[in-house]
T-cell receptor
């Protein structure tokens, strides 16, 4: 079946450190891949997406590259800020699914950045 | 720009009580979803709808009912609340393309005593 596996947190970093959150997936064909972010007390916001192999999604200094050969979509940021503290979810929509298919989420990774 | 609005934001119920959570979206989206978020579990799909008047079961539908009488609204009902339904509930919607990103509401925190 389809699934998403994220590195377990919490991830604790100092401001300006480099961030990597690993995400791997299991799915047939070419799923669409997403990273969502959830700030404390808020809903999920789309951070970035990629819909085909070798696509790179980017937003707010975050990047992730769709790697078909390793079935991965790792999230990276060169210099984190305290305001990046949040929970990050990797998710996918399987390829070829019928309309209205819901996202399949990883369990989330909590990032805590200190000054 | 309201986007997806959920009401209420917080609620405490006693076991056996019933209630309805309301989700409203003003983006004319066809598809709407209800998820629950539990610690260490990520988000799991309860029910979803692919258009006005339609509903379908997701991964964890037991104990919940839904209705989509109007395109902009998606209601989640608990007929007889149980402590296992204590969770944070999120509504989401997306346009008439299943590969488009979903837009989420801010959530409803529900506690069942």
């Amino acid at each position: 079946g389809n699934s998403v596996t994220q590195m377990e947190g919490p991830v604790t970093l100092s401001e300006e450190a480099f961030l990597t959150i690993n995400c791997t997936y299991t799915a047939t064909g070419y799923p669409s891949l997403f990273w969502y972010v959830q700030y404390p007390g808020e809903g999920l916001q789309l951070l970035l997406k990629a819909t085909k192999a070798d696509d790179k999604g980017s937003n707010k200094g975050f990047e992730a590259t769709y790697r078909k050969e390793t079935t991965s979509f790792h999230l990276e940021k060169g210099s984190v800020q305290v305001s990046d503290s949040a929970v990050y979810f990797c998710a996918l929509i399987p390829y070829g699914r019928q309309a209205g298919t819901a996202l399949i989420f990883g369990k989330g990774t909590t990032l805590s950045v200190s000054s | 720009n309201a986007g997806v609005t959920q009401t209420p934001k917080f609620r405490v119920l006693k076991t056996g009580q019933s209630m309805t959570l309301l989700c409203a979206q003003d983006m004319n989206h066809e598809y709407m979803y209800w998820y629950r978020q539990d610690p260490g579990m990520g988000l799991r799909l309860i029910h979803y709808s692919v258009g006005e008047g339609t509903t379908a079961k997701g991964e964890v539908p037991d104990g919940y009912n839904v209705s989509r009488l109007k395109k902009q609204n998606f209601l989640l009902g608990l007929e007889s609340a149980a402590p296992s339904q204590t969770s944070v509930y999120f509504c989401a919607s997306n346009p008439d393309s299943s590969r488009e990103p979903q837009h989420f509401g801010d959530g409803t925190r529900l506690s069942i005593l």
